[in-house]
């Protein structure tokens, strides 16, 4: 079954460092999406991205985030100046047209 | 009010139970709507998606009524290894935004 891959599977970073979340969408898919869940609250949206731009963000996604996709299969999230809030596991996520999402394992990330 | 609400949880229910699990969604724009489980901290895997018919899949039986915003899931012959928190997803825009309810815990005991 194909499956969205992320990297790393945890990342520790200090507060105030800049860190970059990889993912690997599904081959064929073409909407991608980035998700992040603080330890015991719900799944939140980030950023959705098509065509090789933003479609939607939500009010979390401000300039401290911005999202790639630097070529045919790579899609990442980097987070700026990383604050102790920014903790949380990040998921990323794909769909083709018609699809529910499917999810990566995701990235936790702990700033200390 | 919050944009999608589920039952606050948790259900405990023996094996072989039925159980029912209720979500409202505030925005009448809204485009899609899927049920996802997540295990303790696993990423969210499709259960099903819903639609206005209503859908089975196995044991599984999601309905949607548009008049009244509301997504239900209903799971049949509880399994153990049912036991996990269960999320209400709406779409926007498109299916560009999604909007995840806080999800309601499910234990399932022998």
């Known amino acids: 079954e194909p499956e969205v891959t992320q990297t790393p599977s945890h990342q520790v970073t200090q507060m105030g460092q800049e860190v970059i979340l990889r993912c690997v969408p599904i081959?064929?898919?073409?909407?991608f999406y980035w998700y992040r869940q603080i330890l015991g609250q719900k799944v939140e949206f980030l950023v959705s991205?098509?065509?090789?731009?933003?479609?939607?963000k939500s009010e979390i996604f401000d300039d401290q985030f911005s999202v790639e996709r630097p070529d045919g299969s790579n899609f990442t999230l980097k987070i700026r100046s990383t604050k102790l809030e920014d903790s949380a596991m990040y998921f990323c996520?794909?769909?083709?047209?018609?699809?529910?999402?499917?999810f990566g394992s995701g990235t936790r990330l702990t700033v200390v | 009010r919050k944009e999608v609400e589920q039952d606050p949880g948790p259900f405990n229910v023996p094996e072989g139970a039925t159980v029912a699990f209720n979500c409202t969604y505030s925005?009448?724009?809204?485009?899609?709507f899927f049920w996802y489980r997540q295990d303790c901290r696993k990423e969210p895997k499709l259960l099903m998606s819903?639609?206005?018919s209503g859908n089975e899949d196995g044991r599984f039986t999601a309905q949607l009524n548009r008049a009244s915003q509301y997504i239900s899931l209903l799971i049949r012959d509880s399994k153990l290894s049912d036991s996990a928190t269960y999320l209400c997803?709406?779409?926007?825009?498109?299916?560009?935004?999604?909007?995840f309810g806080a999800g309601t815990r499910l234990f399932v005991k022998a």
């Open positions: 996520a794909s769909r083709d047209r018609a699809g529910g999402y499917t």
């Open positions: 081959s064929n898919h073409l909407y």
């Open positions: 991205f098509y065509n090789n731009e933003i479609s939607e």
């Open positions: 925005n009448s724009a809204s485009q899609s």
């Open positions: 819903v639609y206005s």
């Open positions: 997803v709406v779409t926007y825009t498109g299916g560009f935004k999604t909007i």
